[in-house]
């Protein structure tokens, strides 16, 4: 069936460094794609999108990139910092009207002060 | 804070026992979802209601029913569960169906562990 899934289980990033976490997806009618943030003992929360229509979409400290033609999509975050250590998520969705959301497993983030 | 707010936060059951999970949610939205997330594997939702009415249910086994009195409420009635079972049921709410994929909110989930 159609999934989405991420390369890396785990992320160590030392502090202050660039973290980029990578994402594929299979469904080629997806057109909306979200990266979402869970920190420990709590819920998802939403970071950043992005369209079909796009390449890249920039948020403070985070970028997020699609490449259509490989199905692949990644999240960048700048400068990482210890509150990002969390897990990160990729979902991929068709937009318009009620569509289901493909979750992606996650990405543990590790933020090495 | 997301507006949506699950109780309880922590949940040990036996396999015999009967319990309720509840959600609520202060966003005035109009649509409400269950989801399970277990280790290591993609978050799988359970089930849809919009304006009250149950619109989707994923083939989710009958030991879990869930409920919803008004817009506002969600629940999730537990009986006889599996060890399997075991996860963190989130919650979520969007300002309506069509927008489920763009604008969800998430509450901090319940963590269930059966024994």
């Known amino acids: 069936g159609e999934s989405v899934g991420l390369h890396l289980p785990t992320l160590s990033v030392q502090e202050g460094d660039n973290s980029i976490i990578n994402c594929a997806y299979s469904n080629s009618a997806s057109d909306y794609f979200i990266w979402y943030k869970q920190e420990s003992g709590k819920g998802p929360q939403f970071i950043i999108d992005?369209?079909?229509?796009?390449d890249k979409r920039q948020g403070q400290r985070v970028t997020v990139l699609l490449n259509k033609t490989v199905k692949h999509l990644s999240l960048q975050i700048a400068a990482t910092q210890p509150g990002d250590s969390a897990v990160y998520f990729c979902a991929e969705t068709i937009s318009g009207g009620y569509q289901k959301v493909t979750f992606g497993i996650g990405t543990k983030l590790q933020v090495i002060p | 804070e997301t507006g949506v707010t699950q109780t309880p936060r922590h949940l040990v059951m036996g396999m015999t026992n009967k319990k309720s999970l509840k959600c609520e949610q202060h966003?005035?939205?109009?649509?409400m979802y269950w989801y399970k997330q277990s280790a290591k594997k993609p978050l799988e939702l359970m089930f849809v209601y919009s304006l009250e009415e149950r619109v989707e249910n994923n083939s989710v086994p009958s030991r879990f029913s869930p409920e919803c009195p008004n817009s506002s409420h969600l629940f999730l009635h537990l009986h006889t569960l599996q060890p399997e079972d075991s996860a963190l049921y989130l919650c979520?709410?969007?300002?309506?169906?069509?927008?489920?994929?763009?604008?969800?909110?998430f509450g901090q989930g319940t963590r269930l562990t059966v024994v």
């Open positions: 992005i369209r079909s229509n796009m």
């Open positions: 979520a709410s969007s300002p309506s169906l069509a927008s489920s994929n763009t604008e969800a909110f």
């Open positions: 966003l005035g939205h109009n649509a």
